[in-house]
């Protein structure tokens, strides 16, 4: 309720417009059954046609204004619900832009799309069913019973003894219903979770022949969710027949107990007509209030999935909102950095110092697992440090405006993503406003231009998951997209792996032309792609063991010298 509240208070006047509709409906809704007592005792019972036929005109025109008051009802209701739901996507969309590493690996990717689409869906039929009935159900009911106490006292007995029953059977209803749903949530989320990875690893899967086994994990989930979902339902089913029972035996009572008082004189027709008519309303209002509390724990437990999203404290904070335009960046400095995920407990890298300077390039290398790429992840802040600090010009990164800092750098990350879209699009990614000859120039430098050509140009569309075009020129498409932007600094986190030598040689030719004043970060698995490097550091289990030239570390550093020896041929080959 919170969570709607701060989104309802942006929609006053459609409120304030959904609350006359309301109002005005129950008025002419709980007017018509007194007239047609009136109809029947004085028009019917006293053969006064004139009577009728003015009164069957009044009833017209109310019934008139009732259709258009419900229309109106119906328009704010769905104006309200659905204005309401895209805010909060929105601001789910917005808070997730925000959240560091840490906060999308604990949601999980599966988790934040259903919170998007189907949380949100859920708030969207709840608040649609709300703002119908919210209102009009207090109002009728208040009404309804006002009208059926002043028709007969002794018949509105018959109607106060259902109601214990009543509101016992929503209560044991709403209970019940919370539990399923918050397991029907987790079982959707299951479903996403193993359609995402089914989908973006089809290829592996085929490669594995591993249909059957996948097939076999995306129906237990299907069937989770089925054998939730049907609980749910079954809920549904009984719990309808049972209310609509109840009210017949009601109904059943009173046409009973009114002919006894009919007979005996206490009540005539008309009242009996109108009286049953209000009952209806009572009723009626009543169910549809069951109805808003039987899906209130479903929407509710939605909204707490929803509102953890609002509540998540990203990892990583931003010093000052404000700017986001590229600064100058001079220097970078590791001093004494140490950092361990946040859901490890050993330290990923320990004690790193090192310090580069524009128009130097440094670069990485050590085993697999040393930490190369956690390491340059600091520097944009996917994390931030355990201990020790990353410096720019000699300020903490941690006090420079985050998107700032985020747009002076050039990110080419490991596993080159590209979006659907053109080429171009792609290029633009970081640079909106990028011209056609900056295009070409990066993809020139990137070694892409050709193959673009080759394609069909800049408008060429890339598929979904980039699945027409090769690894290796995906590399070179993205590279080419940081280049475009022109940024301070260039992190290369093992994006040359894909090419092959004489392209990888190639490239870094041309991005040393180029990159004369920029910082340059390079993580390479090859050697060949960092001996030019003004400095190399060599990692070892998240430990600097050795820093220095090529030259240098072929002198003094055992485990470069030992990377060094087993790559000799290839590179001997590659020059060929
Ligand atoms: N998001 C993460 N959460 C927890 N641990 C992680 C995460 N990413 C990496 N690690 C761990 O941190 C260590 C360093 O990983 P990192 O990816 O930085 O190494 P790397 O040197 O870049 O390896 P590679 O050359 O294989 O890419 C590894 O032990 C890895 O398991």
Redo the contacts with the bound molecule.
């Keep these: 309720m919170k969570l709607i509240l701060s989104y309802l208070k942006h929609y006053k006047k459609m409120f304030a417009l959904n609350v006359f509709s309301v109002f005005g409906f129950a008025l002419v809704e709980l007017g018509i059954p007194t007239i047609v007592a009136w109809m029947i005792d004085r028009g019917v019972s006293e053969k006064d046609t004139a009577f009728i036929f003015e009164m069957g005109g009044v009833i017209l025109l109310i019934s008139l204004l009732g259709t258009a008051g419900t229309i109106l009802l119906g328009y704010c209701c769905a104006y309200l619900s659905t204005s309401i739901t895209r805010d909060i996507r929105n601001d789910m969309f917005e808070k997730t832009q925000e959240f560091s ?1 840490r906060e999308f ?1 604990e949601f999980g990717t599966a988790s934040l799309i259903t919170r998007t689409t189907n949380d949100a869906f859920q708030i969207q039929m709840f608040l649609n069913i709300l703002f119908r009935t919210a209102l009009m159900t207090p109002v009728m009911t208040v009404g309804s019973i006002v009208l059926v106490l002043k028709a007969s006292l002794s018949l509105s007995m018959v109607i106060l003894g259902t109601v214990p029953f009543i509101v016992v059977g929503v209560i044991i209803v709403a209970k019940r219903s919370e539990l399923l749903s918050e397991r029907q949530q987790s079982s959707l989320e299951w479903i996403n979770r193993i359609s995402k990875e089914n989908i973006s690893g089809i290829r592996v899967i085929r490669a594995f022949t591993n249909d059957r086994h996948e097939k076999k994990r995306f129906d237990e989930a299907n069937s989770a969710y089925m054998g939730y979902s049907k609980k749910l339902f079954k809920l549904m089913s009984v719990t309808q027949p049972a209310f609509y029972f109840l009210m017949n035996l009601a109904g059943m009572l009173i046409y009973w107990i009114s002919s006894i008082m009919i007979e005996q004189g206490g009540l005539n027709i008309g009242q009996l007509v109108a009286f049953m008519d209000y009952l209806f309303h009572v009723m009626f209002s009543i169910m549809l209030f069951c109805l808003v509390f039987m899906m209130y724990p479903k929407a509710a437990v939605s909204a707490r999935r929803i509102t953890k999203i609002f509540d998540a404290v990203p990892a990583v904070e931003n010093a000052s909102g404000e700017g986001g335009s590229p600064i100058r960046i001079d220097e970078i400095t590791f001093d004494h950095v140490t950092f361990a ?1 946040p ?2 407990e050993e330290a ?1 890298l320990t004690d790193v110092s090192f310090t580069v300077k524009k128009g130097e390039t440094i670069a990485f290398i ?1 085993s ?8 340059i992840n600091l520097v944009p802040r996917a994390y931030d440090v355990s201990g020790g600090r990353i410096l720019v010009n000699g300020k903490d990164i941690r006090e420079i405006d985050l998107k700032s800092l985020r747009n002076s750098i050039g990110f080419i990350p ?1 596993k080159a993503m590209l979006f659907s879209g053109s080429i171009a699009d792609n290029l633009k990614f970081g640079k909106e406003d990028a011209s056609l000859k900056e295009m070409e120039e990066a993809a020139k430098t990137a070694q892409a231009y050709d193959f673009i050509m080759e394609k069909g140009g800049f408008d060429v569309q890339i598929t979904e998951n980039a699945t027409n075009v090769s690894g290796g020129q995906r590399q070179r498409l993205s590279i080419a997209r940081a280049l475009v932007r022109k940024p301070e600094v260039y992190i290369f986190d ?1 994006s040359f792996s894909a090419l092959d030598f004489k392209t990888d040689a190639k490239l870094r030719k041309e991005l040393k032309k180029v990159l004369k004043d920029a910082v340059m970060m390079v ?1 390479a ?1 090859r050697i060949t792609s960092i001996m030019d490097a003004d400095k190399i550091m060599v ?1 070892n289990e998240g430990r600097v063991v050795g820093a220095g030239t090529h030259k240098e570390l072929l002198e003094s550093c055992r485990i470069y010298q030992e990377i060094a020896a087993s790559q000799l041929d290839k590179e001997e080959l590659a020059h060929d």
């Design positions: 590493h690996k995920y859901d490890g990923v050590g697999t697992g040393s930490g190369k790429s956690t390491l490991q093992d993580v698995q990692l």
